[in-house]
């Protein structure tokens, strides 16, 4: 289960890419694996959960990060378990482009057996998590939401509702830009993602010389930060395309 994280990172941009071509199929077998597993549903969920997490006391974050490191290394039974269905659905996915998340990462590393050689990496990544979970999250309206369909999807195939909104959660259009994104032949996708960032770029500096809120400019920071990081591939393309919905 070390690797968890990336897991949960590979699942989405696979459901992506198969919600995107209309391979109900390829979902509902894979939503079907993951369906009847209690242990890998009630992992996902913490994953999800841990995302908008807030602990406004620091040394409460910090008691709360050791109680999951302590728990995360604890010799449970259905960790075996766990660990096996894991590498099924990850051999069952096959090769995806993913970028992990930083909390996701940092999720990971706790949940590796404790060694000499990792005992930094554990304390880098206590530290993150408490920093995570001690920053106030700001609930974004949906119009500027960049969350892929599918996480959605998921997220109700994981609370049993998969029938009910499976129709309802992409619109014609979103299947439609998404069927264009997986056409585009690679040397396309190198240029229309390098304008896409540079198109970004130059309108979150814009804001940010105009912003004299601080919060928002830690905000556009980061996402600078995160566009400038993007490696190109089609999910990171997709993306950006949602990003820059987001900021016109």
């Not at 040394?59 to 490191?69: F, P, Q, R, S």
């Not at 290394?73 to 259905?78: L, T």
């Not at 206590?126 to 369909?149: A, C, G, Q």
């Not at 490696?231 to 919905?245: A, D, I, M, P, W």
Request: aromatic fraction near 8%; hydrophobic fraction near 30%; glycine fraction near 2%.
């Amino acid at each position: 289960m070390n690797k968890f994280g990336a897991l949960k990172s590979k699942l989405l941009n696979k459901l992506t890419e198969s919600y995107a071509n209309e391979n109900k199929t390829e979902i509902k077998n894979i939503l079907a694996t993951i369906k009847e597993n209690k242990d890998f549903k009630e992992m996902y969920l913490f994953y999800e959960e841990i995302e908008n997490k807030y602990i406004e006391d620091k040394e409460t974050a910090k008691l709360y990060v050791e109680g999951l490191n302590t728990y995360f290394g604890q010799p449970i039974g259905n960790w075996d378990s766990l660990n096996m269905f894991c590498e099924s659905l990850n051999t069952k996915l096959g090769e995806v482009e993913i970028e992990t998340k930083e909390l996701y990462e940092s999720l990971d590393m706790l949940s590796e057996k404790d060694s000499l050689s990792n005992i930094e990496k554990k304390v880098i990544a206590k530290k993150k998590l408490v920093e995570h979970l001690t920053t106030k999250k700001e609930i974004k309206e949906s119009k500027d939401s960049t969350v892929v369909p599918n996480e959605t999807l998921l997220q109700a195939v994981l609370t049993n509702n998969f029938n009910v909104l499976y129709s309802n959660t992409l619109s014609e259009s979103q299947k439609e830009e998404l069927k264009n994104i997986l056409s585009i032949s690679h040397d396309d996708l190198i240029t229309k993602s390098n304008e896409l960032q540079e198109s970004i770029i130059n309108q979150v500096s814009t804001l940010l010389s105009e912003s004299n809120d601080p919060d928002l400019t830690t905000k556009l920071n980061k996402v600078k930060d995160e566009v400038n990081q993007m490696t190109t591939s089609k999910y990171n393309y997709y993306r950006l395309t949602e990003l820059k919905n987001g900021l016109n």
